[in-house]
């Protein structure tokens, strides 16, 4: 069974930066494709970016493209979201998700998404 385990956040002044990490373990097909989504209180998930499963596809919301960047690391099972230039509308609990294919896109609703990390708070605040 395929698990993720999320790590980086914290609070960060507007301005700052953090690096999240995506931990993957246990799966035992070829490399997930893996997505950064986010929930702020009283709203809906959103997608934020997400990545092949060979590194060489990205996709970046409009929302956070120019200072968010996503990677991975297969050799470490790991996807990190290095987000720059942060800003409170981006407070919220980031999560990881992975599905069992090369590529998925970011507009694919949360549900399509069959594997979730716990989350990991993120607050942008003075």
């Known amino acids: 069974q395929l698990q993720l385990v999320e790590s980086g956040g914290g609070l960060v002044q507007p301005g700052g930066s953090l690096r999240l990490s995506c931990a993957a373990s246990?799966?035992?097909?070829?490399?997930?494709?893996i997505g950064w989504f986010r929930q702020a209180p009283g709203r809906e998930r959103e997608g934020v970016s997400c990545?092949?499963?060979?590194?060489?596809?990205?996709m970046t919301a409009d929302s956070v493209k120019g200072r968010f960047i996503i990677s991975r690391d297969n050799a470490k099972n790991t996807v990190y979201l290095q987000m720059n230039n942060l800003k409170p509308e981006d407070t919220a609990i980031y999560y990881c998700?992975?599905?069992?294919?090369?590529?998925?896109?970011?507009?694919?609703?949360?549900?399509?998404?069959?594997?979730w990390g716990q989350g990991t708070q993120v607050t942008v605040s003075s």
């Open positions: 998700a992975a599905v069992a294919r090369s590529f998925q896109p970011l507009q694919v609703p949360p549900s399509e998404w069959h594997y």
């Open positions: 246990g799966f035992t097909f070829s490399y997930p494709a």
């Open positions: 990545i092949s499963s060979t590194g060489d596809t990205t």
